[in-house]
């Protein structure tokens, strides 16, 4: 079955630093792979997602991740941490062969000035 | 274009007492879903529907029991519930299924005593 670790539970940066927040899948076939934000008190909204037509991809508000196969990962980073970037930060997977999509168990991003 | 809406946003309940919550999304998706989210846990499916007049479980649905007798509405009841049962309740919905961006509602925060 699909899956994905998401290696840290709270990550720390100063506002202007690299975010680097990690995720790691396991899956069978070729994933489509997404992360999703979640600011406080709300539902989650997408930030960017991968479908195999380019290992880079970009998302809003600055962010982008890259798909590598050989590492299995999909790592969110940000060139310069903002505080409205404080929130909480979701992994999923899916796969074709599953009509699901699998979150990850999220990482809490925190911006101090 | 209120996007997908959710009702109640707080309840609380004692251990027996029954409910439902309701999803709606004006956005003509066929496929809705319903999340639990726990702390550390990420978010867990707990029922799916791929159409009107259609559902399926997902992978916590026991305790719950779901309906989709109109395209834009996606009800989740709880018959007797449980303090296990406390969490937070996300409807999200989408065109194509799980490969495609989901758009969450806010969030029904349930208390069960």
């Known amino acids: 079955a699909q899956s994905v670790t998401q290696l840290g539970s709270h990550v720390s940066v100063s506002e202007g630093a690299l975010v680097l927040l990690r995720c790691n899948y396991s899956s069978s076939v070729p994933p489509y792979l997404f992360w999703y934000v979640q600011y406080p008190n709300q539902g989650l909204q997408l930030l960017l997602k991968y479908t195999s037509a380019a290992t880079l991809v970009k998302g809003i508000n600055g962010f982008e991740a890259e798909f590598k196969k050989s590492e299995t990962s999909f790592h969110l980073t940000k060139p310069s941490a903002h505080m409205s970037d404080a929130a909480e930060y979701f992994c999923?997977?899916?796969?074709?062969?599953?009509?699901?999509?699998?979150f990850g168990t999220g990482t809490r991003l925190l911006v101090s000035p | 274009n209120a996007g997908v809406t959710q009702t109640p946003k707080f309840r609380v309940l004692k251990t027996g007492q029954s409910m439902t919550l309701l999803c709606a999304q004006d956005?003509?998706?066929?496929?809705m879903y319903w999340y639990r989210q726990d702390p550390g846990m990420g978010l867990r499916l707990i029922h799916y529907?791929?159409?009107?007049?259609?559902?399926a479980k997902g992978e916590v649905p026991d305790g719950y029991n779901v309906s989709r007798l109109k395209k834009q509405n996606f009800l989740l009841g709880l018959e007797s519930a449980a303090p296990s049962q406390t969490s937070v309740y996300f409807c999200a919905s989408n065109y194509r299924g799980p490969t495609d961006t989901q758009y969450f509602g806010p969030g029904t925060r349930l208390t069960v005593l």
């Open positions: 999923a997977v899916m796969n074709t062969g599953f009509q699901k999509l699998v």
């Open positions: 529907s791929v159409g009107e007049g259609t559902t």
């Open positions: 956005m003509n998706h066929e496929y």
